[in-house]
Each structure stands twice: as C-alpha cells, then as structure tokens.
C-alpha cells in the first residue's frame, strides 16, 4: 500500500495561563488524536503547535515529549491575535504518515469546540 502525508487539525482551551494547564491539556488533545484515529506514534512525521498571545507559560510540545514522542519534530510558535477570536486556545497541525485509504479526524476539545462546529460530534 501506498503511502502518503496527511495532516490532522487538532485543537482545545486552557482555563490558565499556567505550565500544568498547557501541558495537561495538550496531552489531552493528544492523546485523544492517537484514539480517535488509531495513529500509530512511529509514524507521526511531525507536530505543528501554535498558542494564541494569552498563553506562555510552556511549550505545548512538552506534552508530547511526555507521552514519549522523543523522534517526532515538534515546533511551537505563535497564533494570530484576530480580535474577538477563541482565547487560551492550543492549536496543532499533526502529519502523518498514512495509506491513503485512511481518514483522519480532527479533534477539536474544550472551548475549541467553536472553532470547527462542523467538524465536532457533539
């Protein structure tokens, strides 16, 4: 079978500003990704983070380095502050490396859900 890269969107909120908020809800997303799709980590090819301005308390990619994500490229980097826009908000870009018979979800948590109510189950 074929492979291809195929990028995932995922994001989710934080209630704060603070390192352990960043980094349990990261690991969330996450985690609820690798589920929700049945990725496989080996094949993972890398992992876009972006933070809207509010949040700067860690980086997001700590939280994969927790779940053992220690061969995936990961970078952070900034969100556009568009006013009125979801605030606290995590975002990620995941590529990976597919058959092309497979479909990924997003995943969309938390107060993120407003971003994609299209794409959001409940």
Known sequence: MEAIIKGIRGATTVLANTREQIVSETEILLTK???VNQLEVDRIVSVFFTMT???NAEFPAVAARN???TEVPLICAVEIDVPDSVKKCIRLLLHYNATSQT???PVYLQGAKQLRQDLCDD
């Open 33 to 35: 990704l690798v589920e």
């Open 53 to 55: 301005p509010d949040l």
């Open 67 to 69: 779940l053992g994500w």
């Open 103 to 105: 479909a990924l979800k």
